[in-house]
């Protein structure tokens, strides 16, 4: 059975970074791919970023581009969100999910998903 662990999230001012961790335990073959959502109350679940552990092509949600980077470390199953110039706007439950590198924007592609952390930016 996958598991999912995220850690990093906290409270930032705006301006501040992160950098987040999703550690995957139990990860098959057919778990190809690693993304990133998040989720504020009262919202749909938003897309942030996505990986696959064999490709070196990560990408991102429009919130994402220009300030948030993905990668991963596949030693140690963990992928990583580094998010930079953070924004009020960034605050939410982050969570990343594991499944098939298929239609990654999308939440319903994933098989498995961690808890989540959260990240709080104050203005």
């Known amino acids: 059975q996958v598991r999912l662990v995220e850690s990093g999230g906290g409270l930032v001012q705006a301006g501040a970074s992160l950098r987040l961790s999703c550690t995957v335990f139990g990860r098959t073959d057919s778990d190809d791919g690693v993304g990133w959502f998040r989720q504020a109350p009262g919202n749909e679940r938003e897309f942030v970023a996505a990986i696959r552990w064999i490709s070196d092509s990560p990408f991102y949600g429009d919130s994402a581009k220009g300030r948030f980077t993905i990668a991963r470390d596949n030693a140690k199953n963990t992928v990583y969100l580094q998010m930079n110039r953070l924004v009020p706007e960034d605050t939410a439950l982050y969570l990343c999910?594991?499944?098939?590198?298929?239609?990654?924007?999308?939440?319903?592609?994933?098989?498995?998903w961690g808890q989540g952390t959260q990240v709080t930016v104050s203005s």
């Open positions: 999910a594991a499944g098939p590198a298929i239609f990654m924007a999308n939440p319903d592609a994933y098989d498995s």
